[in-house]
């Protein structure tokens, strides 16, 4: 057993620099005494370690099993028990042929009652350089020390404290909220009273259950939660133990941690700035190329007109995208205030959302490719004259809707603090991404030198919009197959049968031109009760099916617990929150993630790559999201080798292979 000096075991044979190790030390009071859970004099743990490291070495995190009632409502150990502390090593840590790691482990021990005093320990161990491999003497008591270690919960978790009171809200779902018969709480760092747990009164909520209890002494307003929650199930008999760890919310009555990466140091105005620049570069994102070339040909027109028609029509398809900021934004604001866990793009879970999508860039597709002459929106009531600005307005909406699959760089820090400030401050912030989106056709339309670069109209149009009904039509493809992702087949036929009914609906009035008047409107009505009579037949039936494991043995299923957990074994996590109506989240992917550079450079530095797939409503991965500060995808959070102490990094929205690597490699130990 490598080194056992003072009941202290290393992990390890050799030390390898850049992978952290981690120590167990033997912890045994004597008989008829306990191991406190907190020092009842100074309030803090009652197991300390301190450490004598070489250079580049630091103390990470130290683990402990799960407290149990010791007597009069005192939480202790009253046997022996091995703990777990994690020493992190720097990959440029200097070069020696052994390493000695020494130090002092003390514990708070107790006879009965005031009855207390410091045990100590010291310890040292030596260990020679090498490859971080494993001592296979010591598996047994690190496995055994791991499986006694305090698991994280799994719910996600919403939580707020002031001068007296504490509440958290766990958001288990309806039927597992109907089997919690009581829970405590314990803090992990106490305080006057730390080492006493409070009972927390029960509370049904939409999410789950809400927990509120008398905690002033040891939870304070503005502090992290890090505690235990000891929770009673019905029908079993001891209470199951969990790690909670949260943001306290109570001052900004929001979910989000103010001091997540990227959200901390921003202000309002520097807020305005990132969504501005967003809604500018968002203009080249994928997603909003179909609504591009609808608003390039009305360009052309509105120019050949009259500068003051191009101006118009600019300020029209401003108007339009800002109002569907606006409407985007107060959705999501009011959704948030009800409990609903939704961030931008919010809309793309509904699978009848991406249906109506799908049927109007068909419409569009059917008229780019010549087969009927449709000007949306108005093509149904038979409106001729839809180039102006009415038609520039609702083509402003068309791009909003059509954006929300991706996120521009800048976008994702501006709209998490958006939802941590007010609803007035918010809603600015989503019209200034609109404003940044509108821009360029702002500048187009007020500056005559930029417009003049268009050409005239000609035929060249037409052969134009020929040609773009092609990758239209595969952006009605890509929305098929994110439906097959959210319902299945199932949602898929509904679609198509819809799409059935738009064709037949146009070539009913393209045959019945003589009488379009009354024909439009008699097709309209048919066409409503027809697609309300489908919609009434198929709505049992059109639910969104459960989200499939994640295909690969090179990926993790995403889930906060197994983050926790195997970080607790020193390795890193790469976690990858995307979407399959995300188009930056696929490119990504393709381009990154699924490159054998990539996959080989995560093997080598003992990184999990894990999938968090927020295609359809998921109150774990928004929650996380959440402590990120980010609410838009894609996001990628790189928790770095060397344990739960060390804080995530987010990476860019747009990334490329070499720059990936170039930042996962700097964040190495």
Not at 109 to 134: M, N, T, V
Not at 312 to 323: N, P, V, W
Not at 563 to 586: E, P, S
Not at 590 to 610: D, S
Request: charged residues 15%; hydrophobic residues 50%; contains cysteine.
């Amino acid at each position: 057993m490598a080194g056992e000096q003072g009941r202290a075991v290393a992990e390890v044979e050799t030390i390898a620099p850049g992978r952290p190790i981690w120590i167990a030390f033997y912890i045994a009071p004597e008989e008829g005494a306990y191991v406190s859970w907190v020092d009842q004099t100074s309030g803090d743990k009652g197991l300390h370690v301190d450490l004598k490291l070489p250079d580049g070495f630091s103390k990470g995190e130290l683990v402990r099993p799960a407290p149990q009632p010791v007597g009069d409502g005192v939480f202790g150990y009253g046997g022996a028990f091995w703990a777990l502390q994690e020493i992190l090593i720097d990959r440029k840590a200097g070069f020696s042929d052994v390493y000695q790691i020494a130090g002092t482990y003390i514990w708070h021990e107790c006879a009965s009652g005031p009855d207390c005093r410091d045990i100590k320990k010291e310890f040292s161990l030596k260990l020679p350089y090498g490859q971080g491999l494993p001592d296979p003497e010591a598996a047994a008591i690190f496995s055994g020390a791991r499986a006694a270690a305090v698991p994280y919960l799994p719910w996600p978790v919403s939580y707020r404290a002031d001068s007296i009171y504490i509440e958290l809200e766990l958001f288990i779902g309806e039927v597992m909220a109907d089997t919690i018969a009581e829970v405590y709480i314990l803090p992990v760092r106490g305080r006057e009273r730390g080492n006493f747990r409070t009972r927390l009164e029960l509370f049904r909520s939409e999410g789950g259950v809400q927990l509120q209890g008398e905690a002033a002494d040891q939870f304070l307003a503005g502090e992290k939660l890090d505690a235990l929650l000891f929770i009673t199930f019905k029908g079993d008999g001891a209470a199951k133990v969990y790690r909670v760890r949260s943001a306290n919310d109570f001052e900004q009555n929001t979910g989000f941690d103010l001091a997540a990466p990227g959200v901390a140091n921003l202000t309002l105005w520097a807020a305005l700035g990132l969504a501005f620049l967003g809604g500018i570069l968002l203009n080249l994102m994928p997603c909003v190329f179909p609504v591009l070339t609808l608003k390039i040909f009305g360009i052309v027109k509105a120019g050949a007109v009259s500068s003051r028609r191009l101006k118009a029509d600019s300020l029209a398809y401003t108007a339009g995208i800002l109002l569907s900021f606006l409407i985007v934004a107060l959705l999501l604001l009011t959704f948030r205030s009800w409990g609903q866990q939704v961030g931008w793009g919010f809309q793309l879970q509904s699978p009848y959302f991406i249906t109506v999508m799908a049927l109007v860039l068909f419409t569009v597709s059917l008229s780019f490719a010549g087969l009927f002459e449709i000007r949306l929106p108005f093509a149904i009531g038979g409106k001729s004259d839809t180039e102006g600005a009415l038609g520039s307005f609702y083509t402003g909406m068309l791009a909003t809707l059509m954006a929300t699959p991706c996120t521009a760089p800048f976008m994702a820090p501006a709209l998490g603090f958006a939802l941590t400030l007010p609803t007035p401050d918010a809603v600015l912030i989503f019209l200034g991404l609109g404003l940044g989106l509108a821009a360029p056709y702002l500048l187009i339309g007020f500056i005559p030198k930029v417009s003049s670069i268009f050409p005239k109209p000609g035929r060249w149009m037409e052969t134009l919009k020929k040609i773009l009904a092609i990758p239209v039509l595969l952006t009605v493809g890509w929305l098929m197959w994110v439906l097959f992702a959210q319902t299945g087949s199932q949602g898929v036929w509904i679609a198509l049968m819809y799409m059935v009914l738009v064709l037949a609906f146009l070539l009913f009035l393209r045959a019945s031109a003589l009488w379009a008047n009354r024909t439009r409107v008699l097709g309209l009505a048919l066409y409503a009760l027809s697609a309300l009579a489908i919609l009434q037949m198929t709505l049992p039936k059109f639910v969104v099916v459960e989200r499939a494991a994640v295909a690969g043995a090179e990926a993790v299923e995403f889930s906060e617990a197994a983050i926790w957990n195997l970080r607790l074994q020193g390795k890193g996590v790469f976690v990858n929150y995307t979407a399959t109506w995300c188009i930056t989240c696929i490119i990504n992917e393709r381009l990154v993630f699924r490159q054998e550079k990539f996959q080989r450079f995560l093997a080598e530095n003992n990184i999990v790559y894990m999938v968090a797939d927020w295609t359809n409503p998921d109150a774990g991965i928004a929650a996380s999201l959440e402590g990120l500060g980010r609410t838009a995808l894609p996001v990628y959070a790189f928790y770095p080798p060397g344990g739960p102490t060390r804080e995530p990094i987010l990476l860019p929205e747009i990334l490329t292979l070499e720059k990936t690597l170039e930042i996962l490699s700097s964040r190495l130990p």
